[in-house]
């Protein structure tokens, strides 16, 4: 640290004043105080990083309210800013590869929440930007990944910067795919599966997706699902998919359900600690009892161990929307093989969890 940390205790004392002034002058008295003082902050903070909105230059200041917005209020979009300190070393000593773990946390916020409706200037898009040029550039350290994964790790970064509708970012992947120089006429393809010219050109793909091509939808989903780097893998792959689910295409919407029974399972890994108890409606106990051996009957348990119980009523939703939309062997095929994917992760025999009856089991 360059120097003794600047003290915003004047900033937070003068804040609640500030927030009952704007709340009465705006008409938001139904909004809540945090929400507002947050804004407030965060507003003061960029305005004091760029010398901007009337407020004097001072990163010191801005660096301090960033933090404290993050660290303690949970202001994800804050993490940016931090990032962009670390990565010049005004305040701070600069090291690149805290620069990169901030820009990281701030580029897997969401477009419309976790602080990013405070800011027009889209810092999860710029983010990725910044880690990109990071990545490129190897100018990070990333334990475990081969410096050989760097630019396509960084690449990666640039289409996803692209695909939240950076400019700049469009610009860079355009120029980098063209660099690649693979015939559009080839049609070779990975172990994946993926025709390497979607690969090289994914600018070309994302024109298409967002022509609304349902075809390119579900290749750019495959893309992001088995390609470039892993950071906001499951994000992309969703939001392609469920564009081309509601353009009726079949193998999207099998290929979701997998995909959410997928996240739902890394999150549970990533905090076993944080999860929700689901109790399955008794019509797909009963129809996957029929379907298998009567020796494996014990693994479908009703009670499942779940991550998030918002996303476990979603995946059932989705399997028997597909299971009646469609109603042939094949789908009976692919929804119980998914179930059981489910099931057997989620059992509550597998993640005994008190209070749940594997809990008395020895």
Partial sequence: MQGKMYDIRQDLIKL???????????????????????????NTARGAFFGIGGTEKNRARAFALFCYLFEKKRLSVAAFYIGEEYKEGIVVDQDLNKAFDYYLIAAKMDADADGAAFSEEKEYAKAKIEMA???????????????????????????????????????????????????????????????????????KLLHRARAGDAAAMFALAQLYLHEYSPYFRLKYTKKWLLA???????????????????????????????????????????????????????????????SSKKRAEEIFRRMKSYLFEYMDAQAVDEILRVYFELVNASNSYIRIKPGLPSDDED
């Fill in 133 to 203: 040029k990071l990545l490129i550039g190897r100018k990070i350290d990333l334990p475990g990944v081969d410096t050989s994964q760097y630019y396509w790790y960084g690449f990666g970064c640039y289409l996803c910067a692209a695909d939240d509708g950076d400019k700049q970012a469009e610009m860079m992947l355009t120029s980098l795919s063209e660099c690649h120089g693979y015939a559009e006429t080839d049609d070779e393809e990975d172990s994946d599966g993926v025709p390497l010219y979607d690969f090289y050109h994914p600018d």
């Fill in 16 to 42: 609640e004043t500030a927030v009952a002034t704007y709340k009465r002058l705006n008409g938001m008295q139904d909004f809540e105080d945090e929400v507002i003082a947050n804004a407030l902050l965060f």
């Fill in 244 to 306: 081309a689910s509601r353009s009726g295409d079949r193998g999207s919407k099998y290929l979701l359900i997998t995909v959410l029974i997928a996240e739902d399972n890394i999150c549970y890994e990533e905090n076993p600690n944080v999860y929700e108890v689901y109790y399955q409606d008794s019509t797909w106990k009963k129809l996957a009892t029929r379907l298998i051996e009567p020796r494996h009957e014990e693994i479908v348990n009703e009670i499942l161990v779940v």
